[in-house]
């Protein structure tokens, strides 16, 4: 069975501060990695994708990928109440299916 | 923009009801999806298509079947609607083009079975 696992949290951060996302998956040969962000009561948007090792930036979001390690991380800079939500971590693991992680909700404290 | 409709926000069912949840999506993706959520359990997928009339379990597809006749259309049909059946339903899509594009989900359908 092929896993992605994430922190549940809450994880609470000061607003202006740096949050940090992380996730772990199974399995060496997964091919694509995404960070979905969701509001409650709202379905999943995609904030960022991520093919290769090292790191990919969006405005205030940066993804890291390590292959190697099997780890997947978001960060967000300048933490905005707004971004208080929970974020999946979701990976391809070789095939159409896409797996995600059970989410880490994150509160940003104003 | 990609869109994905699902027909119902919210729908309450009672006991041993057929329910049909349907999905629309309108840029001509092969793939589509039907995944439920529920708390600390995250999404889990119970079928997918990659084509017209062609369908794949998923992770959980017990008590469930879909149907796909049109390209653009993905339905998700509950049997006998049983209270563990209650849960947020979401349904996706996205193109056939190995495994670099995201999914792109629907507002979601909050289905209560009593």
Redo the contacts between chains.
């Keep these: 069975q092929k896993e992605v696992e994430q922190n ?1 949290g809450p994880l609470s951060v000061p607003e202006g501060a740096i949050a940090s996302l992380n996730c772990t998956y199974s399995d060496r040969v997964s ?2 990695f ?1 960070w979905y962000r969701q509001y409650s009561g ?5 904030i960022m ?1 991520i ?1 290769s090792n090292g790191d990919k930036e969006d405005g205030r979001f940066t993804a890291q990928l390590n292959k190697a390690s099997q780890y997947v991380s978001l960060l967000i800079r300048d933490s905005q109440p707004s971004d208080s939500a929970t974020y ?1 971590c ?1 990976v ?1 693991f ?10 880490t909700r994150l509160t940003i404290i104003p | 923009d990609v869109k994905v409709t699902q027909s119902s926000r919210y729908l309450v069912k009672r006991t041993g009801e057929k329910v049909f949840l349907e999905c629309v999506q309108d840029m001509d993706h092969e793939n589509m999806f039907w995944y439920r959520q529920d708390p600390g359990l995250g999404l889990r997928l119970i079928y997918f298509s990659y084509d017209v009339k062609m369908k794949e379990k998923g992770d959980i597809p017990e008590g469930y079947s879909v149907s796909r006749e049109k390209k653009e259309r993905f339905s998700l049909i509950l049997e006998s609607a049983s209270t563990n059946q209650t849960s947020m339903y979401l349904c996706a899509s996205r193109p056939l083009d190995r495994s670099y594009s995201p999914l792109h989900f629907g507002n979601g359908t909050r289905l209560t079975v009593t």
């Design positions: 549940s091919q694509s995404f709202k379905s999943p948007e995609l994708s093919y999946l979701a391809h070789g095939n159409e299916k896409l797996t995600f992680g059970t989410g």
